[in-house]
């Protein structure tokens, strides 16, 4: 149980396109999702806190006009990275807190914007 | 600035030893603490989690928790090879999770 499945897994683009990656919750309604972001050997970073039904709350130095967060139903939300640049490239990780469980990850888009 | 620590490694244990992992978090009014396991390109898996003072067993991992020292370790018995990873310790409260930078481990064959 617990399982966050996230797509796509991997996704190459060309500057400047807007790229859109999905997380979904299968088997459990996540009022709250994170969004992370992980540059090569070096920890997450939390980018922004999706929120359904409302607003996202972006952290310190997150542009919210590039990162583009929707949370509009119980099991879906979706993070679009507009105007991609090859310096956006990276790990996106999405995250949901699961009662008695702790926080379940989603498997991760690697992009990679040329 | 509330903070999880970890020691970045690389740290580096003979197969079927046991690996050691330490962490340290600033924030008192921490209420969970977790141990996650990262190989490279993947995203993080949970291992452990811990809610209260003393020893949590599973398997072969062992979380322990010291709130009065602020302090969460991870003990990995009989490692293994297929250990090897970067290990994420993270506190969270009232929904808010933070996360060390990690430790790598790496299991010498």
């Known amino acids: 149980g617990a399982v966050v499945s996230q797509h796509p897994s991997r996704v190459i683009c060309k500057s400047g396109t807007s790229v859109k990656i999905e997380c979904r919750s299968l088997?459990?309604?996540?009022?709250?999702m994170f969004w992370y972001r992980q540059f090569p050997k070096k920890s997450l970073m939390l980018m922004a806190t999706?929120?359904?039904?409302?607003?996202?709350?972006?952290e310190q130095g997150v542009e919210k006009d590039k990162f583009l967060i929707n949370h509009a139903s119980l099991t879906l939300s979706t993070l679009t990275v507009t105007s991609a640049h090859p310096e956006d490239s990276s790990f996106y990780i999405c995250?949901?807190?699961?009662?008695?469980?702790?926080?379940?990850f989603g498997s991760g888009t690697r992009l990679t914007v040329v | 600035q509330k903070e999880v620590e970890q020691n970045s490694g690389p740290l580096s244990v003979p197969e079927g030893a046991i690996a050691s992992l330490n962490c340290t978090y600033s924030?008192?009014?921490?209420?969970?603490f977790f141990w996650y396991r990262q190989y490279s390109g993947k995203s993080p898996e949970l291992i452990m989690s811990i809610y209260s003072n003393g020893d949590k067993e599973d398997g072969r991992f062992t979380a322990q928790l010291n709130k009065a020292s602020q302090y969460v370790s991870l003990l990995i018995r009989d490692s293994q090879p297929s250990d090897s990873a970067t290990y994420l310790c993270a506190s969270s409260r009232d929904d808010k999770i933070i996360f060390g930078k990690g430790t790598r481990l790496h299991i010498l064959p």
């Open positions: 999706s929120n359904e039904g409302s607003k996202a709350t972006y």
């Open positions: 088997d459990f309604q996540a009022t709250t």
């Open positions: 924030d008192r009014g921490s209420q969970s």
């Open positions: 995250s949901a807190r699961v009662l008695r469980y702790g926080y379940t």
